[in-house]
């Protein structure tokens, strides 16, 4: 069995995918290609299946529909859909995409001059892209057969037993993981 883990890109995929293989042991795959350094860095601090969609990953994230021309593309059985408030990710994509990290920012604040008319400009276009992303899952959750998780980060944040416990009942198929080894 296949699962697709989606986010909306910066969505705090990192934090999941890292409790689910300290968890299980397991390797999480990535439909993003070892030649960008955000994504070495990420194989680098211990995400040792970024990289992988064929079936040595179980788990592959992905940020799909919203694809890059290097992105290669796949199919699941069932999807994990891990959504953030956007007003949250739109800034530490915008640090992502302008210094190519995951780790640095600007000194210049994002609602002062020179950054203001960049900033506006990329808040709109990722408020439209979000607004399409998450139509897409919704839409995906109604009209087809394929089942669908979906989960908020902040409430990983708030109580992530709760919500690990959650995600591997449903990735398994079972009603409780009450008892095993998983719980």
């Not at 969505?11 to 993003?32: H, P, Q, V, W």
């Not at 955000?38 to 299946?49: D, E, I, M, Y």
């Not at 799909?64 to 021309?69: L, V």
């Amino acid at each position: 069995m296949s699962v697709m883990y989606a986010t909306y890109p910066r969505s705090g995929n990192s934090l999941m995918r890292k409790y689910f293989e300290n968890l299980t042991g397991i390797a999480t795959g990535s439909d993003m290609v070892m030649k960008h350094s955000p994504n070495v860095a990420l194989q680098f601090c211990g995400f040792k299946g970024e990289g992988l969609m064929d079936s040595r990953a179980w788990i592959k994230k992905s940020h799909y529909p919203m694809k890059f021309h290097f992105m290669k593309g796949f199919e699941s059985e069932i999807a994990v859909i891990c959504t953030r408030n956007p007003l949250d990710i739109s800034p530490s994509l915008f640090y992502l995409c302008f210094t190519v990290t995951h780790v640095v920012s600007f000194k210049e604040k994002l609602v002062d001059a020179p950054m203001w008319e960049f900033w506006k400009n990329f808040q709109r276009r990722c408020t439209e892209s979000w607004h399409t992303w998450h139509n897409y899952w919704v839409d995906m959750a109604k009209s087809s057969n394929k089942p669908i998780y979906f989960f908020r980060f902040e409430d990983v944040l708030a109580n992530p037993r709760k919500e690990l416990r959650n995600l591997m009942q449903f990735v398994l198929g079972v009603e409780s993981i009450e008892g095993t080894v998983m719980e």
